[in-house]
């Protein structure tokens, strides 16, 4: 088979990657999705794959999201598809503040920016345990401000730059993990501000696409239904899926009291 990794390869090196957090991402733009890439390079035109089921599809999204993507030169693993809906959540919603827990290389968090920008209101607290990989661009833009550490350890810091009465609007995108995920929900819902959202990243993770490890578990999809057993604040609002294909199914979190 040459360089080519086979399945149980490819899931063994990225199970013992996941054990470190702060490789995840990486290793899986460098690795899996590399690896999906090379498998999809015969079927990636629309007409070549009209059979093709939406599972096979949605792995072969992923590798382009994370793999090609990028907002204004930085890569973004973002999909398009719920990107265009947080646009028009930020429209409606005309929010004060958004919140994101994970920022990876800063394109999704100059993006809200920009969206921001256009609205003419808002800030973004942008929330991660690394920021080094983050380009000035993204550090100096005036609406944007980045506080490096633990989400949850952050979470008094964070309460007290806002003030009584702003609009707050949550997306959760760190590590993806059943602990990690519930542990943000349970922290930081007091902060959505009622009629905002509480926007879980990535509970496509084993609902869409198979992740190996200790997703196998649970995930953030998991994390949901815990919270949401707990939790009568919130409704999942799944009229945010209108385009079928999401990354974040039953990941749309609406405060409703």
Known sequence: MGNSMTR??????LSKAIKDKSLVKKYLMAKYFSYLERRREGKKFLENNLQTSVKTLIKMMQCVIWAKNKYFGIPTGKSPEDFWVYMEIIYELQPDIIIEIGNFMGGSTL??????????????IGLDINHNDVPLTVKKHPRIRLITGDACELFPTVRDLITTGEKVLIIEDSSHTYKNTINVLRTYNSLVSKGSYFIVEDTIVNHGLDFPGEFLSGGPYEAVETFMKENDNFIIDRSREKFIITWNPRGYLKKIK
């Open 111 to 124: 993006a809200l920016a920009h969206i921001l920008d256009n609205i003419g209101k808002g800030r973004i």
């Open 8 to 13: 149980k390869e490819m899931i063994d090196k």
